[in-house]
Nanobody
Framework: QVQPVESGGGMVQAGESRRLSCVLSDRNFVDYSVAWFRQAPGKEREFVAS????????YYVDSVKGRFTISRDNAKNTVFLQMNNLKPEDTAVYYCGANYGALSTYRRESEFYYWGQGTQVTVSS
């Protein structure tokens, strides 16, 4: 059973940085496409960023381009989300999703089968 485990959330002030981590418990980690989604209070879960299996193609929602960077360390079975210049509107629970192999868009929630429990990021102004 693949169970993503997120960590790294916390409280920061606007303009600061935070790095989230997502660890997958599968020895074939390199074959998984992984994404970060987030859900703010009263809103639907939304796509943030994703990284494709076996390579480093990455995708971002427009609101985080230039501020967030997704990367993967296959040796550590970990995907990172480096978040810089955080804004209050980034406040949300951040979820890591994963699925085996290539995906259609790497942006739809339905494309990711395995989900973590989420980690809270709170950005104060």
């Amino acid at each position: 059973q693949v169970q993503p485990v997120e960590s790294g959330g916390g409280m920061v002030q606007a303009g600061e940085s935070r790095r989230l981590s997502c660890v997958l418990s599968d020895r074939n980690f390199v074959d998984y496409s992984v994404a970060w989604f987030r859900q703010a209070p009263g809103k639907e879960r939304e796509f943030v960023a994703s990284v494709a299996w076996r390579d480093v193609r990455s995708y971002y929602v427009d609101s985080v381009k230039g501020r967030f960077t997704i990367s993967r360390d296959n040796a550590k079975n970990t995907v990172f989300l480096q978040m810089n210049n955080l804004k209050p509107e980034d406040t949300a629970v951040y979820y890591c999703g994963a699925n085996y192999g290539a995906l259609s868009t790497y942006r739809r929630e339905s494309e990711f089968y395995y989900w973590g429990q989420g980690t809270q990021v709170t950005v104060s102004s």
